[in-house]
C-alpha cells in the first residue's frame, strides 16, 4: 500500500513541475511610484544635503534639497572631454524632481541636441518642497532658507577661477563639482521655470547678479501685488476664503476630532487650544452641524484647495511666526548589537516670533493660524505656525502682507542696489488664460524690467483646437522653446 | 453506519471548502478519475459514485456501496495582448490605462477542485434502490488579472497620484465563481435491468467574487477640459462579493439493448441562482490642478479634477442564470478489458446573458451621492448554445491496473459574439486531451489523470458598447488559453 502511495505521489509531484508550476507573474510593466531612476539620461544623484540652510525646514528631516538632472552621453567621463553648459529648472508649486522628466524633457533634449537645435547641456531639475506644494523658494526657518543655498559661498570659483570648491551650502558649487563637465562661467550657464518655479528662478538670479546668462520662464507669480498694486497674490485671497468654506462645509473634520459615529448625527470635541477662539463648545458634545466656521481654527491645507495651500506656503516662507529661531544640532550616539548607531536632534533655544511686535502687549495677530504643523518627528519635534496676509473676510492685514511685498521681485530688484540682471537675456512664455492671475503678475514683471531698459523676448503659447491654456499641459511645448532659447545664449 | 457517517462528514467538509476554492470553467470540465480520463465519456458507463454528476441512472447498476473523493488541481495559463483602445480623428490610439500591447498573464495559480459523494443500495419497494449524497461543482469560474498601469500607457498626466497608490486595487479583472450541489440521487433498474432511471435534486449554493473594470463616461460638460482627453473616461473598480441558494434537477437513462451496448440520455436543469452581497467601489479621478482654480472646491465638480481616489461600499444583486443541458452516450464493450464510449452533450448557454448588477445602500462620501457614482453596472454577453462532442477508452491492463484515455471537443459559447472579457476566456472550440490510470488495491481505487485542453487563438479588435450605458462591454486584445488539469481519487468500495 505505501508504494502505491508513493507512486501516485512521484506522479503527481512529476506532474506539476511538468505542466507549469513556473509563476510567469503577470508581466504587467509598471514603474516604482513617481519615481523615474532609471529612466534613460535621469540622473537622481543630484540629491545633496543643505546644513544649516534646510535643517528646519517642514518635514525634511534629512536636511535634502531634491535634485534630478539630465546628462548627454560622455558628460559625466573625468576628466571631462565635451565641457557644456548647466541650465538649472526650477519646478513649480508640487513640482517633484521629476517633474520636468514627466512632461518629456529626457525625450525633448535628445531629439533637438540629435537636430542640432540645441548644444549638448546638463540639465539640473531642482524640486520643489512637497509639504505645502512648495515654499516659493523664499529664505525662514519651515520653509527653508533657500537664499542661502543659492548665494554662492565662492562667486570666484563657480565663474572659472582657480582654487577648489569649499562650500557646503553652495548649490552652484555643489553642481560643477557634481558635473564637472559643466563650464564654470556665466556665459554658459542658465536658469528657468514655470509658475513658482518661475519666480524661483528670478529669486536665484537676483540674489546672484551676474550668475546666469540666461533666464527663460512661463507664467507665474512674478509681481504680487499686480500691475496696481492690489491685484495679483491680493486677487486669490477672496478664493482662498471661499475654498476654506467650502471646504468645511464638505468635510466633517477641521481642526475636531471625530470620536463618536454610532450617533445619528457626528459628535464632535473642538479643540480648543487654538487662543482666541470661541470656546462654546469646549465642554460639550455638539451636534457637528451646528458650529459655524471659524477662519482661525478651521483654516485648512488640503491638497483640494490648491490656492489656500500655495498661500500657506508662501506663509511659511514670507510670515512665519517663528522669525528666527536660535538652536543646537546634536548628534546622539548609542552602542547597540556591537555597532555604534548615530541621530541627529535638534534643541531650540530661543524662538523669536514675529507676534510680538504686532498687537498690543504682545500676542498673535489677528491672522494667526496655529495648528497645522503638529509636534511631530517631521518637525523634529517644533510646532510651527504662520501669519496670513489677508483676515477671514479675504481683506489684505497690510502688517504680513508687507513681509510678503519684501519678498516680491520688484523690491528684491530694488534692493540689490545696482540692476542684479544685467547682462541677463530673459525670455518669456505668456499667455492670458494662466492660472491664478499668473500672466498679469508676469506681464506686469515684464514691463517693470522693461522700465529697467531690458530687452525682453516673449512667447505666446497656445492651446489645440481652441482649448482653455493651462501651461503645465503645455509645457512639452514650453520646454521645446525654452531650452532653444538657452542653447542659442549659450552660444558656440 | 459508521462509514456513512464518516463519508458524510468527510463530504460536508470538503464541500464546505470548496465554496470558497476556485476551479476551471464556467461549465465544469468534470469529476472523477474515470471520467476525466475518458474525456467526459462517461454518461453511458457512470459506474462510479461521480454517476451523480454524469448521468444518475448509473448508480442502479453500481452493485457495491461507494465512497468517494475526487480533486482536481487546474492550472489555466491564459494571456492577453490588450488592446483597449480607441483612435482619435487622426488615426492615433490612445487609451485610459490598460497596459496596450503588453502581453499580460493570469495570476499564477495552481486551484484545486474538490467533490465527494457516497452510494448505498437499500432494499425499498420490492426491490433494490440505489441511493448517493454527493457534492461537487457543477460551473465554476477563477481568473484574475492585472492590467491597468498608467505607467505602461505613459499616463501619469491622467492622475500622477494614482501611480503606484495603495488605494488602487491590486487585481483589475477577476471572477471567482463557485456554484455548488449537494445532490441527492436515487436510481433504480427496471425491465430486468436493461432499462436504468436515475435522478437528482439538487441544492446549489452559488458563491461569486466578480471584479472588474470599467473606464466610465466622464459626465463632465463635453468639449470643456473637464471632460477633454486624459479625463474623458473615469476608471471604476467594483469589486463584487456575494452568495445565493437555488436548486436543480438532474435526470438520466441507461438502457442496455446488448450486453456490449449501453446507451444514455440525461437532461440537466439548475434554475437561477439570485447572489446578493456587497460591493466595494473604487474611483480613480482625474487629477488637473491646473483647472483647479475654474472649479468650486469642494463641490461636485471638483471630485472630477481632484485626483482623489474615492471609495464607497453599496449591497448588490445580480441573476446568476444557469444552463440547461441534455446529453446522449454510448458505451460499447469490445472486449472483456476494452470499453469505448461516446458522449454528446448540448448546453443551452443562450440563456445566460451575463451579469447584471443593481446597487442600492451606498455609503460613502457625500460628494459620492450623485448618479455617476451610484449606477448600476452589467457586463452583458451575447452567448451561443454549444455542443461537446467526448471520447474515451477504459482498459484493464491489470487486475490492478485500469488505463483510461479519451479527448473531446467543446465549443465555446462566445464564439460568434464580441463580448470576451479576462473573466471569461472560452475563445472558441476547445480541444482536450487526458490519460491516466487507476490502481485497484484490494477495496480501494487510487486514481489519478492529467489533461491538457487548448482553445483557439483569437484576436478581437475594436470596443464595443452593446447595451449602449457607455461603458464597453469587450475587451479587444489577442488572447490565448491554455488548461492543465491534474485530478486524483480516491475510492472505497464496501
Same mark, same amino acid.
Not at chain 1, 513617481?34 to 535621469?42: I, M, Q
Not at chain 1, 497656445?462 to 514650453?478: A, C, H, K
Not at chain 2, 450605458?469 to 488539469?485: L, R
Given at each position: 500500500?505505501?508504494?502505491?502511495?508513493?507512486?501516485?505521489?512521484?506522479?503527481?509531484?512529476?506532474?506539476?513541475?511538468?505542466?507549469?508550476?513556473?509563476?510567469?507573474?503577470?508581466?504587467?510593466?509598471?514603474?516604482?511610484?513617481?519615481?523615474?531612476?532609471?529612466?534613460?539620461?535621469?540622473?537622481?544623484?543630484?540629491?545633496?544635503?543643505?546644513?544649516?540652510?534646510?535643517?528646519?525646514?517642514?518635514?525634511?528631516?534629512?536636511?535634502?534639497?531634491?535634485?534630478?538632472?539630465?546628462?548627454?552621453?560622455?558628460?559625466?567621463?573625468?576628466?571631462?572631454?565635451?565641457?557644456?553648459?548647466?541650465?538649472?529648472?526650477?519646478?513649480?508649486?508640487?513640482?517633484?524632481? #521629476?517633474?520636468?522628466?514627466?512632461?518629456?524633457?529626457?525625450?525633448?533634449?535628445?531629439?533637438?541636441?540629435?537636430?542640432?537645435?540645441?548644444?549638448?547641456?546638463?540639465?539640473?531639475?531642482?524640486?520643489?518642497?512637497?509639504?505645502?506644494?512648495?515654499?516659493?523658494?523664499?529664505?525662514? =526657518?519651515?520653509?527653508?532658507?533657500?537664499?542661502?543655498?543659492?548665494?554662492?559661498?565662492?562667486?570666484?570659483?563657480?565663474?572659472?577661477?582657480?582654487?577648489?570648491?569649499?562650500?557646503?551650502?553652495?548649490?552652484?558649487?555643489?553642481?560643477?563639482?557634481?558635473?564637472?563637465?559643466?563650464?564654470?562661467?556665466?556665459?554658459?550657464?542658465?536658469?528657468?521655470?514655470?509658475?513658482?518655479?518661475?519666480?524661483?528662478?528670478?529669486?536665484?538670479?537676483?540674489?546672484?547678479?551676474?550668475?546666469?546668462?540666461?533666464?527663460?520662464?512661463?507664467?507665474?507669480?512674478?509681481?504680487?501685488?499686480?500691475?496696481?498694486?492690489?491685484?495679483?497674490?491680493?486677487?486669490?485671497?477672496?478664493?482662498?476664503?471661499?475654498?476654506?468654506?467650502?471646504?468645511?462645509?464638505?468635510?466633517?473634520?477641521?481642526?475636531?476630532?471625530?470620536?463618536?459615529?454610532?450617533?445619528?448625527?457626528?459628535?464632535?470635541?473642538?479643540?480648543?487650544?487654538?487662543?482666541?477662539?470661541?470656546?462654546?463648545?469646549?465642554?460639550?458634545?455638539?451636534?457637528?452641524?451646528?458650529?459655524? #466656521?471659524?477662519?482661525?481654527?478651521?483654516?485648512?491645507?488640503?491638497?483640494?484647495?490648491?490656492?489656500?495651500?500655495?498661500?500657506?506656503?508662501?506663509?511659511?516662507?514670507?510670515?512665519?511666526?517663528?522669525?528666527?529661531?536660535?538652536?543646537?544640532?546634536?548628534?546622539?550616539?548609542?552602542?547597540?548589537?556591537?555597532?555604534?548607531?548615530?541621530?541627529?536632534?535638534?534643541?531650540?533655544?530661543?524662538?523669536?516670533?514675529?507676534?510680538?511686535?504686532?498687537?498690543?502687549?504682545?500676542?498673535?495677530?489677528?491672522?494667526?493660524?496655529?495648528?497645522?504643523?503638529?509636534?511631530?518627528?517631521?518637525?523634529?519635534?517644533?510646532?510651527? =505656525?504662520?501669519?496670513?496676509? #489677508?483676515?477671514?473676510?479675504?481683506?489684505?492685514?497690510?502688517?504680513?502682507?508687507?513681509?510678503?511685498?519684501?519678498?516680491?521681485?520688484?523690491?528684491?530688484?530694488?534692493?540689490?542696489?545696482? =540692476?542684479?540682471?544685467?547682462?541677463?537675456?530673459?525670455?518669456?512664455?505668456?499667455?492670458?488664460?494662466?492660472?491664478?492671475?499668473?500672466?498679469?503678475?508676469?506681464?506686469?514683471?515684464?514691463?517693470?524690467?522693461?522700465?529697467?531698459?531690458?530687452?525682453?523676448?516673449?512667447?505666446?503659447?497656445?492651446?489645440?483646437?481652441?482649448?482653455?491654456?493651462?501651461?503645465?499641459?503645455?509645457?512639452?511645448?514650453?520646454?521645446?522653446?525654452?531650452?532653444?532659447?538657452?542653447?542659442?545664449?549659450?552660444?558656440? | 453506519?459508521?462509514?456513512?457517517?464518516?463519508?458524510?462528514?468527510?463530504?460536508?467538509?470538503?464541500?464546505?471548502?470548496?465554496?470558497?476554492?476556485?476551479?476551471?470553467?464556467?461549465?465544469?470540465?468534470?469529476?472523477?478519475?474515470?471520467?476525466?480520463?475518458?474525456?467526459?465519456?462517461?454518461?453511458?458507463?457512470?459506474?462510479?459514485?461521480?454517476?451523480?454528476?454524469?448521468?444518475?441512472?448509473?448508480?442502479?447498476?453500481?452493485?457495491?456501496?461507494?465512497?468517494?473523493?475526487?480533486?482536481?488541481?487546474?492550472?489555466?495559463?491564459?494571456?492577453?495582448?490588450?488592446?483597449?483602445?480607441?483612435?482619435?480623428?487622426?488615426?492615433?490610439?490612445?487609451?485610459?490605462?490598460?497596459?496596450?500591447?503588453?502581453?499580460?498573464?493570469?495570476?499564477?495559480?495552481?486551484?484545486?477542485?474538490?467533490?465527494?459523494?457516497?452510494?448505498?443500495?437499500?432494499?425499498?419497494?420490492?426491490?433494490?434502490?440505489?441511493?448517493?449524497?454527493?457534492?461537487?461543482?457543477?460551473?465554476?469560474?477563477?481568473?484574475?488579472?492585472?492590467?491597468?498601469?498608467?505607467?505602461?500607457?505613459?499616463?501619469?498626466?491622467?492622475?500622477?497620484?494614482?501611480?503606484?497608490?495603495?488605494?488602487?486595487?491590486?487585481?483589475?479583472?477577476?471572477?471567482?465563481?463557485?456554484?455548488?450541489?449537494?445532490?441527492?440521487?436515487?436510481?433504480?433498474?427496471?425491465?430486468?435491468?436493461?432499462?436504468?432511471?436515475?435522478?437528482?435534486?439538487?441544492?446549489?449554493?452559488?458563491?461569486?467574487?466578480?471584479?472588474?473594470?470599467?473606464?466610465?463616461?466622464?459626465?463632465?460638460?463635453?468639449?470643456?477640459?473637464?471632460?477633454?482627453?486624459?479625463?474623458?473616461?473615469?476608471?471604476?473598480?467594483?469589486?463584487?462579493?456575494?452568495?445565493?441558494?437555488?436548486?436543480?434537477?438532474?435526470?438520466?437513462?441507461?438502457?442496455?439493448?446488448?450486453?456490449?451496448?449501453?446507451? $444514455?440520455?440525461? $437532461?440537466?436543469?439548475?434554475?437561477?441562482?439570485?447572489?446578493?452581497?456587497?460591493?466595494? @467601489?473604487?474611483?480613480?479621478?482625474?487629477?488637473?490642478?491646473?483647472?483647479?482654480?475654474?472649479?468650486?472646491?469642494?463641490?461636485?465638480?471638483?471630485?472630477?479634477?481632484?485626483?482623489?481616489?474615492?471609495?464607497?461600499?453599496?449591497?448588490?444583486?445580480?441573476?446568476?442564470?444557469?444552463?440547461?443541458?441534455?446529453? @446522449?452516450?454510448?458505451?460499447?464493450?469490445?472486449?472483456?478489458?476494452?470499453?469505448?464510449?461516446?458522449?454528446?452533450?448540448?448546453?443551452?448557454?443562450?440563456?445566460?446573458?451575463?451579469?447584471?448588477?443593481?446597487?442600492?445602500?451606498?455609503?460613502?462620501?457625500?460628494?459620492?451621492?450623485?448618479?455617476?457614482?451610484?449606477?448600476?453596472?452589467?457586463?452583458?454577453?451575447?452567448?451561443?448554445?454549444?455542443?461537446?462532442?467526448?471520447?474515451?477508452?477504459?482498459?484493464?491492463?491489470?487486475?490492478?491496473?485500469?488505463?483510461?484515455?479519451?479527448?473531446?471537443?467543446?465549443?465555446?459559447?462566445?464564439?460568434?459574439?464580441?463580448?470576451?472579457?479576462?473573466? @471569461?476566456?472560452?475563445?472558441?472550440?476547445?480541444?482536450?486531451?487526458?490519460?491516466?490510470?487507476?490502481?485497484?488495491?484490494?477495496?480501494?481505487?487510487?486514481?489519478?489523470?492529467?489533461?491538457?485542453?487548448?482553445?483557439?487563438?483569437?484576436?478581437?479588435?475594436?470596443?464595443?458598447?452593446?447595451?449602449?450605458?457607455?461603458?464597453?462591454?469587450?475587451?479587444?486584445?489577442?488572447?490565448?488559453?491554455?488548461?492543465?488539469?491534474?485530478?486524483?481519487?480516491?475510492?472505497?468500495?464496501?
Amino acid at each position: 500500500m505505501r508504494r502505491y502511495l508513493m507512486l501516485v505521489a512521484g506522479v503527481v509531484i512529476v506532474l506539476a513541475v511538468v505542466f507549469g508550476c513556473d509563476d510567469r507573474g503577470t508581466n504587467l510593466t509598471t514603474l516604482d511610484l513617481g519615481d523615474l531612476e532609471g529612466w534613460p539620461g535621469v540622473d537622481p544623484g543630484p540629491t545633496h544635503p543643505f546644513v544649516p540652510a534646510l535643517t528646519l525646514q517642514l518635514k525634511n528631516p534629512q536636511e535634502l534639497l531634491l535634485g534630478s538632472a539630465y546628462w548627454p552621453p560622455g558628460s559625466n567621463d573625468i576628466p571631462p572631454s565635451h565641457p557644456m553648459p548647466l541650465l538649472i529648472l526650477v519646478a513649480p508649486e508640487d513640482g517633484n524632481r #521629476f517633474y520636468y522628466f514627466k512632461a518629456g524633457l529626457s525625450e525633448l533634449v535628445r531629439e533637438l541636441t540629435a537636430s542640432g537645435q540645441i548644444q549638448p547641456m546638463i540639465i539640473y531639475c531642482m524640486a520643489n518642497n512637497p509639504t505645502f506644494g512648495g515654499y516659493f523658494y523664499g529664505d525662514s =526657518d519651515p520653509a527653508g532658507h533657500y537664499d542661502s543655498i543659492f548665494i554662492s559661498d565662492d562667486p570666484a570659483w563657480v565663474n572659472g577661477g582657480s582654487g577648489q570648491p569649499g562650500g557646503r551650502d553652495d548649490l552652484l558649487q555643489y553642481l560643477h563639482t557634481f558635473y564637472p563637465a559643466t563650464i564654470r562661467r556665466p556665459s554658459k550657464r542658465g536658469i528657468g521655470g514655470i509658475g513658482q518655479g518661475a519666480y524661483g528662478a528670478f529669486r536665484i538670479a537676483i540674489k546672484n547678479p551676474g550668475m546666469f546668462s540666461s533666464i527663460a520662464v512661463a507664467d507665474g507669480p512674478l509681481d504680487f501685488d499686480g500691475a496696481d498694486g492690489n491685484s495679483g497674490l491680493i486677487g486669490l485671497f477672496d478664493e482662498a476664503v471661499l475654498e476654506q468654506e467650502a471646504f468645511f462645509n464638505a468635510n466633517e473634520s477641521v481642526d475636531t476630532v471625530e470620536v463618536n459615529s454610532t450617533d445619528p448625527y457626528d459628535d464632535i470635541w473642538v479643540d480648543t487650544n487654538i487662543s482666541d477662539v470661541d470656546t462654546t463648545f469646549d465642554t460639550t458634545w455638539v451636534n457637528y452641524d451646528t458650529i459655524p #466656521f471659524n477662519f482661525r481654527r478651521d483654516f485648512d491645507t488640503s491638497t483640494t484647495m490648491p490656492i489656500s495651500r500655495m498661500l500657506t506656503g508662501a506663509a511659511f516662507a514670507f510670515s512665519p511666526n517663528d522669525t528666527l529661531m536660535s538652536y543646537r544640532r546634536l548628534i546622539d550616539s548609542a552602542y547597540y548589537q556591537g555597532t555604534w548607531h548615530y541621530s541627529m536632534r535638534v534643541v531650540v533655544d530661543a524662538r523669536y516670533k514675529i507676534a510680538d511686535s504686532l498687537l498690543p502687549g504682545g500676542g498673535d495677530s489677528t491672522t494667526f493660524i496655529g495648528g497645522i504643523v503638529r509636534r511631530d518627528s517631521h518637525s523634529r519635534g517644533i510646532d510651527m =505656525d504662520f501669519h496670513l496676509p #489677508f483676515d477671514e473676510t479675504g481683506a489684505r492685514y497690510q502688517p504680513i502682507w508687507d513681509r510678503w511685498i519684501a519678498n516680491n521681485l520688484e523690491n528684491m530688484f530694488a534692493a540689490a542696489g545696482s =540692476d542684479p540682471l544685467q547682462g541677463a537675456s530673459m525670455w518669456f512664455a505668456t499667455n492670458r488664460n494662466a492660472r491664478w492671475n499668473y500672466y498679469d503678475m508676469t506681464q506686469s514683471w515684464m514691463d517693470f524690467l522693461r522700465g529697467e531698459d531690458h530687452v525682453l523676448e516673449e512667447y505666446h503659447y497656445s492651446s489645440y483646437n481652441d482649448d482653455p491654456v493651462v501651461q503645465d499641459e503645455y509645457l512639452f511645448d514650453i520646454l521645446r522653446e525654452m531650452l532653444i532659447f538657452h542653447s542659442n545664449n549659450f552660444g558656440n | 453506519m459508521r462509514i456513512l457517517t464518516l463519508a458524510v462528514a468527510v463530504m460536508l467538509l470538503l464541500t464546505s471548502w470548496s465554496g470558497s476554492l476556485y476551479a476551471s470553467g464556467f461549465e465544469n470540465t468534470g469529476l472523477g478519475t474515470t471520467a476525466r480520463g475518458m474525456g467526459g465519456a462517461f454518461r453511458a458507463i457512470a459506474d462510479d459514485w461521480s454517476a451523480a454528476y454524469y448521468n444518475p441512472a448509473g448508480y442502479a447498476y453500481i452493485v457495491d456501496n461507494q465512497l468517494g473523493i475526487s480533486w482536481g488541481f487546474i492550472l489555466f495559463r491564459d494571456e492577453i495582448t490588450p488592446r483597449y483602445e480607441d483612435v482619435d480623428d487622426f488615426g492615433n490610439e490612445y487609451g485610459w490605462g490598460i497596459a496596450n500591447g503588453q502581453t499580460i498573464y493570469n495570476f499564477h495559480r495552481i486551484l484545486d477542485k474538490p467533490s465527494a459523494g457516497f452510494v448505498v443500495r437499500l432494499p425499498m419497494m420490492g426491490g433494490e434502490t440505489v441511493f448517493g449524497l454527493s457534492a461537487f461543482q457543477p460551473f465554476d469560474q477563477s481568473l484574475r488579472w492585472k492590467m491597468y498601469s498608467l505607467d505602461a500607457n505613459l499616463l501619469r498626466a491622467y492622475n500622477e497620484d494614482a501611480v503606484g497608490n495603495r488605494k488602487v486595487p491590486g487585481i483589475h479583472y477577476l471572477i471567482d465563481l463557485d456554484v455548488v450541489a449537494f445532490q441527492a440521487t436515487a436510481a433504480r433498474e427496471f425491465n430486468e435491468g436493461k432499462l436504468a432511471v436515475g435522478v437528482g435534486l439538487q441544492l446549489l449554493r452559488g458563491d461569486l467574487w466578480f471584479s472588474d473594470l470599467v473606464f466610465r463616461d466622464n459626465p463632465m460638460p463635453e468639449g470643456t477640459m473637464l471632460d477633454d482627453r486624459p479625463r474623458e473616461r473615469v476608471p471604476e473598480f467594483a469589486d463584487n462579493r456575494g452568495r445565493g441558494w437555488g436548486f436543480g434537477l438532474r435526470g438520466g437513462v441507461i438502457w442496455k439493448p446488448t450486453d456490449k451496448l449501453d446507451v $444514455a440520455a440525461t $437532461a440537466y436543469l439548475p434554475f437561477d441562482i439570485t447572489i446578493k452581497g456587497e460591493t466595494f @467601489f473604487t474611483f480613480i479621478m482625474p487629477k488637473a490642478y491646473y483647472l483647479w482654480g475654474d472649479v468650486p472646491a469642494g463641490s461636485a465638480e471638483f471630485l472630477f479634477v481632484s485626483g482623489e481616489i474615492p471609495t464607497q461600499k453599496s449591497d448588490f444583486e445580480t441573476t446568476l442564470k444557469l444552463p440547461a443541458s441534455l446529453a @446522449f452516450g454510448v458505451a460499447y464493450r469490445a472486449t472483456e478489458k476494452l470499453t469505448v464510449a461516446l458522449d454528446a452533450e448540448y448546453t443551452l448557454w443562450s440563456t445566460y446573458d451575463g451579469l447584471d448588477f443593481s446597487f442600492s445602500n451606498f455609503s460613502g462620501s457625500p460628494l459620492l451621492e450623485q448618479e455617476f457614482f451610484q449606477t448600476d453596472l452589467a457586463n452583458p454577453v451575447s452567448w451561443d448554445n454549444t455542443g461537446k462532442i467526448s471520447l474515451g477508452a477504459r482498459y484493464l491492463l491489470h487486475p490492478k491496473l485500469t488505463l483510461l484515455a479519451g479527448a473531446c471537443v467543446d465549443q465555446s459559447p462566445a464564439r460568434n459574439s464580441t463580448d470576451f472579457t479576462p473573466q @471569461f476566456m472560452d475563445l472558441g472550440t476547445k480541444k482536450s486531451f487526458n490519460g491516466g490510470g487507476i490502481l485497484h488495491i484490494n477495496q480501494w481505487d487510487l486514481g489519478v489523470i492529467t489533461s491538457y485542453t487548448n482553445s483557439p487563438d483569437i484576436n478581437l479588435e475594436g470596443l464595443v458598447d452593446s447595451d449602449g450605458n457607455d461603458t464597453f462591454d469587450n475587451f479587444p486584445g489577442a488572447y490565448k488559453a491554455d488548461t492543465y488539469e491534474t485530478v486524483l481519487s480516491l475510492g472505497y468500495r464496501f
